[in-house]
């Protein structure tokens, strides 16, 4: 019995260093392994991307896995349709999909949760039971308001007992208290204070009860009180416009917009803040025709050839390939970034040529033919749509003459180009002609665009599409 207690005698300085090592190994290595096992219970959040810069919220077009299946790091688990492309969504770590926030059709705001991601299926339930509290939770705040909106109607009670006080004032009155101006129309009217009954606030007498005393009629001052409602109106007439809305006409279908549609339409509202100028030019293009007609084959299109041209004249007039972002201050861009609007099913996108001005006109054609490959599957990439420094819409394929663009938030300048027609025309030697001829029209950003800055623009992008040789080279 006498041996029993050795052991938790000994100290670390006595025990031999194998023993020692022994002793204090399992002490180092407990903590460490119950540290572990907290850190691995993990539930995580798969959030909604920010696909773009001016991305808002996401639709979810499909999910790719299920609840209930094991995923990997970097395996795509939801394809997100944001304001320009559909794109996959990566998860950055393993585990289980234990449930699904936002299923698919619906939209979410950027940062929001749309997956819960359990790491061992001990975990699952958890999780489960956070998403429940997590769709529970919009409902237990719903309560909140009526629970307001049930607090609101006790108000008014208060309101009808605020009259019972006043009878208290009109019994008190007989000092002659009373305010300066009551007391200055006693004197003027020749009333006895002592016998006036005051009505305001504490017995007070008021001029009112002057002139009643006095026998006089109430002025029409009184008035000016009724007029006080219509500014109380007024609001009211602005919140009809809010509310008015015009009932359907029968047999319509009100469609929302897409994400896509929403996105133009912003745009398209923040842009009438820019002040916009518009310069038309026209330009004969027989020397351009003749040259697409020999690259043609070769797969090069006329809107690149427009592409380019631009490109060219952007890099001998840097202030038309600038943009004003915040009011205050030029932005010159380096790179010459030829975005061109390209009509898709359901909405309208802007892939970008990028660095036009420095790549021949073949590299450019077969770069344009994968950027509306994928604009047209809804593939591209956020700097394949968002990085275009000026805007060229063309429309003249369809037949259009001559139109305006709406300047593109952002940029400095976008141009419209009507179609190429037979037009008679007179040289210096005053000689008429047949020859074909098309408008441009530029919008520009005045606050950083001047008249003379675009006039001189469209004059080198003239010379360049009538004498076409260059853009060969």
Same mark, same amino acid.
């Given at each position: &019995?006498?041996?029993?207690?050795?052991?938790?005698?000994?100290?670390? @300085?006595? &025990?031999?260093?194998?023993l020692?090592?022994?002793?204090?190994?399992? $002490?180092?290595?407990?903590?460490?392994r119950?540290?572990?096992?907290?850190?691995?219970?993990?539930?995580?959040?798969?959030?909604?991307?920010?696909?773009?810069?001016?991305?808002?919220?996401?639709?979810?077009?499909?999910?790719n896995?299920?609840?209930?299946?094991?995923?990997?790091?970097?395996d795509?688990?939801?394809?997100?349709?944001?304001?320009?492309?559909?794109?996959?969504?990566?998860?950055?770590?393993?585990? /289980?999909?234990?449930?699904i926030?936002?299923?698919?059709?619906g939209?979410?705001?950027?940062?929001?949760?749309?997956?819960? $991601?359990?790491?061992s299926?001990?975990?699952?339930?958890?999780?489960?039971?956070?998403? *429940?509290?997590l769709?529970?939770g919009?409902?237990?705040?719903?309560?909140?308001?009526?629970?307001?909106?049930?607090?609101?109607?006790?108000?008014?009670p208060?309101?009808a007992?605020?009259?019972?006080?006043?009878?208290?004032?009109?019994?008190?009155?007989?000092?002659? /208290?009373?305010?300066?101006?009551a007391?200055?129309?006693?004197? *003027?009217?020749?009333v006895?204070l002592?016998?006036?009954?005051?009505t305001?606030p504490?017995?007070?007498?008021?001029?009112?009860?002057?002139?009643?005393?006095?026998?006089i009629?109430?002025?029409?001052?009184?008035t000016?009180?009724?007029?006080?409602?219509?500014?109380?109106?007024a609001?009211?007439?602005?919140?009809v416009?809010?509310?008015?809305? $015009?009932?359907?006409?029968?047999?319509t279908t009100?469609?929302?917009?897409?994400? &896509?549609?929403?996105?133009?339409?912003?745009?398209?509202?923040?842009?009438?803040?820019?002040?916009?100028?518009?310069?038309g030019?026209?330009? $004969?293009?027989?020397?351009?025709d003749?040259l697409y007609?020999?690259?043609k084959?070769?797969?090069?299109?006329?809107?690149v050839?427009?592409a380019?041209?631009a490109?060219?004249?952007?890099? *001998?007039?840097?202030?038309v390939?600038? @943009?004003?972002?915040?009011?205050?201050?030029?932005?010159?861009?380096?790179?010459?970034?030829i975005?061109?609007?390209?009509?898709?099913?359901?909405?309208?996108?802007?892939p970008?040529l990028?660095d036009?001005?420095?790549l021949?006109?073949?590299?450019?054609s *077969?770069?344009?033919?994968?950027l509306?490959?994928?604009?047209?599957a809804?593939?591209?990439?956020?700097?394949?749509?968002?990085?275009?420094?000026?805007?060229?819409?063309?429309?003249?394929?369809?037949?259009v003459?001559?139109?305006?663009a709406?300047?593109?938030?952002g940029?400095?300048? /976008?141009?419209?180009v009507?179609?190429?027609?037979?037009?008679?025309?007179?040289?210096?030697?005053?000689?008429?002609?047949?020859?074909?001829?098309?408008?441009?029209?530029?919008?520009?950003?005045?606050?950083?665009?001047?008249?003379a800055?675009?006039?001189?623009?469209?004059?080198?992008f003239?010379?360049?599409?009538?004498?076409?040789?260059?853009?060969?080279?």
């Amino acid at each position: &019995m006498a041996a029993s207690p050795a052991p938790f005698s000994l100290s670390a @300085s006595t &025990m031999p260093p194998r023993l020692r090592a022994a002793a204090v190994t399992p $002490l180092a290595a407990g903590p460490r392994r119950r540290g572990r096992m907290v850190v691995r219970a993990k539930i995580r959040e798969i959030f909604m991307p920010a696909l773009s810069s001016t991305m808002t919220e996401g639709k979810i077009v499909s999910w790719n896995t299920s609840e209930g299946d094991r995923v990997s790091k970097g395996d795509g688990v939801v394809v997100v349709e944001s304001d320009k492309a559909d794109m996959d969504v990566e998860t950055f770590h393993d585990g /289980i999909v234990a449930a699904i926030l936002v299923p698919e059709g619906g939209v979410a705001p950027v940062g929001a949760p749309i997956a819960l $991601l359990a790491e061992s299926e001990e975990e699952v339930a958890a999780a489960v039971a956070k998403a *429940q509290e997590l769709a529970g939770g919009g409902q237990q705040q719903a309560p909140p308001p009526s629970a307001d909106a049930a607090a609101t109607p006790p108000p008014p009670p208060p309101a009808a007992e605020a009259p019972v006080a006043a009878p208290a004032p009109v019994a008190a009155g007989t000092k002659g /208290i009373a305010t300066p101006e009551a007391k200055k129309l006693a004197k *003027q009217h020749r009333v006895d204070l002592t016998k006036v009954t005051g009505t305001g606030p504490y017995g007070r007498i008021t001029p009112a009860d002057v002139e009643a005393a006095a026998g006089i009629q109430p002025k029409p001052k009184v008035t000016p009180a009724a007029a006080a409602p219509p500014p109380a109106a007024a609001p009211a007439v602005g919140t009809v416009p809010k509310a008015a809305e $015009l009932p359907p006409v029968p047999g319509t279908t009100v469609v929302p917009f897409t994400t &896509m549609q929403a996105a133009v339409s912003k745009n398209m509202v923040e842009s009438l803040a820019v002040p916009a100028f518009r310069v038309g030019y026209p330009i $004969l293009t027989d020397k351009l025709d003749a040259l697409y007609e020999k690259v043609k084959p070769k797969g090069v299109t006329m809107t690149v050839l427009l592409a380019k041209a631009a490109a060219m004249a952007l890099a *001998q007039h840097p202030v038309v390939n600038a @943009s004003c972002k915040d009011g205050k201050s030029f932005t010159y861009n380096s790179n010459i970034n030829i975005a061109v609007a390209v009509a898709i099913d359901g909405g309208l996108i802007t892939p970008v040529l990028q660095d036009a001005d420095k790549l021949d006109i073949y590299l450019l054609s *077969q770069n344009w033919k994968d950027l509306v490959k994928k604009a047209r599957a809804k593939q591209l990439q956020p700097n394949e749509y968002n990085s275009g420094t000026f805007t060229l819409s063309n429309l003249g394929m369809f037949g259009v003459d001559r139109f305006d663009a709406i300047l593109p938030p952002g940029q400095g300048a /976008i141009m419209a180009v009507g179609a190429s027609k037979p037009t008679v025309v007179t040289d210096k030697d005053g000689f008429f002609s047949v020859k074909s001829k098309m408008q441009v029209n530029v919008t520009a950003d005045h606050r950083i665009v001047y008249g003379a800055d675009l006039a001189a623009f469209l004059q080198t992008f003239a010379k360049i599409i009538e004498d076409p040789e260059s853009l060969t080279l």
